[in-house]
């Protein structure tokens, strides 16, 4: 067991040095989040439930520019909830970027935020009497965001920021 474990980190480090480029959720923030799961309030609760805007960074770790093949790009968003892998598509609006435009470029040193919204409790069985603030505390330590485009395929580290409106 722990000669797989140290195979696969030292794939993963190597894979990472062939990248050059990391992503990171630098903040999440929780919207329309209901607390107060008294009966009479259940009832007017949107079904969507609460709203997460997730702001990524993309890190070119490098001493060379590298690109970002935004035509063909997605946002994969992942989490797990009573055990179950829940995945949503995601649109992603990166600033000053179209479809479009085919390729983007991030400067050596430089970074790229993206915003993503989600509304995980869309898709998502739990009781609705329970509180949403537990659900989305059970949900948020295995959330993960993937980039795909025809050149990278990266996996969120970690969550950096976290916030309760």
């Known amino acids: 067991m722990k000669i797989l474990f140290c195979s696969l980190f030292f794939c993963s480090l190597n894979l990472f040095a062939q990248n050059g ?3 990171e ?3 999440l923030v929780v919207n329309k989040l209901i607390t107060n799961t008294d009966s009479i309030f259940v009832e007017e609760i949107s079904e969507d439930g609460p709203e997460l805007r997730i702001e990524c960074v993309l890190n070119n770790l490098t001493n060379d520019s590298i690109e970002l093949d935004v035509s063909s790009h997605n946002f994969f968003i992942s989490y797990l909830f009573n055990r179950e892998e829940h995945s949503i598509i995601s ?3 990166i600033p000053d970027v179209s479809r479009e435009e085919g390729s983007y470029y991030i400067q050596p040193h430089g ?3 993206m915003i993503l ?3 995980p409790l869309a898709n998502t069985p739990y009781s609705k009497s329970e509180d949403q603030l537990h659900v989305i505390m059970r949900i948020l330590p295995t959330l993960r965001v993937e980039y795909q485009d025809r050149l990278h395929h990266l996996v969120s580290t970690r969550i950096l920021d976290v916030k309760l409106l």
């Open 21 to 23: 480029i990391n992503l």
């Open 25 to 27: 959720i630098s903040q």
């Open 91 to 93: 649109v992603s609006l």
């Open 111 to 113: 970074t790229v935020q």
């Open 117 to 119: 919204f989600i509304t």
